[in-house]
């Protein structure tokens, strides 16, 4: 069963940065795309970036575009989130998801078959 472990969340004042970090934990497992989605409270999942499985193709939303950036280690099986000038807008429980047949980056949460358990970032104001 593959697994994601997320870390690098917690409380970063607005304007700041914060790093979100994502391990698949399966040996056998070769992560594909990758992506970091967002739920805040009282509202819906929604995309933030996702990287295809070489890392040469990128997605972000419009909300986060020139202030977050995402990499990948494929020989760590890891996924990057770099937040800069963190908005308290930006405050949700991130998750981070994994596909195992979509190649190119993609913002769809169908495109993703495992998940992790979710990070809580907060910005305050």
């Known amino acids: 069963q593959v697994q994601l472990v997320e870390s690098g969340g917690g409380v970063v004042q607005a304007g700041g940065s914060l790093r979100l970090s994502c391990a698949a934990s399966?040996?056998?497992?070769?992560?594909?795309?990758m992506a970091w989605f967002r739920q805040a409270p009282g509202k819906e999942i929604e995309s933030v970036a996702a990287?295809?499985?070489?890392?040469?193709?990128?997605y972000f939303a419009d909300s986060v575009k020139g202030r977050f950036t995402i990499s990948r280690d494929n020989d760590k099986k890891m996924v990057v989130l770099q937040m800069n000038s963190a908005k308290p807008e930006d405050t949700a429980i991130y998750y981070c998801?994994?596909?195992?047949?979509?190649?190119?980056?993609?913002?769809?949460?169908?495109?993703?078959?495992?998940w992790g358990q979710g990070i809580q970032v907060t910005v305050s104001s």
């Open positions: 399966e040996r056998s497992f070769t992560p594909l795309a």
């Open positions: 990287i295809s499985w070489m890392g040469s193709n990128t």
């Open positions: 998801a994994t596909a195992q047949a979509t190649v190119n980056a993609s913002g769809s949460s169908r495109a993703y078959d495992y």
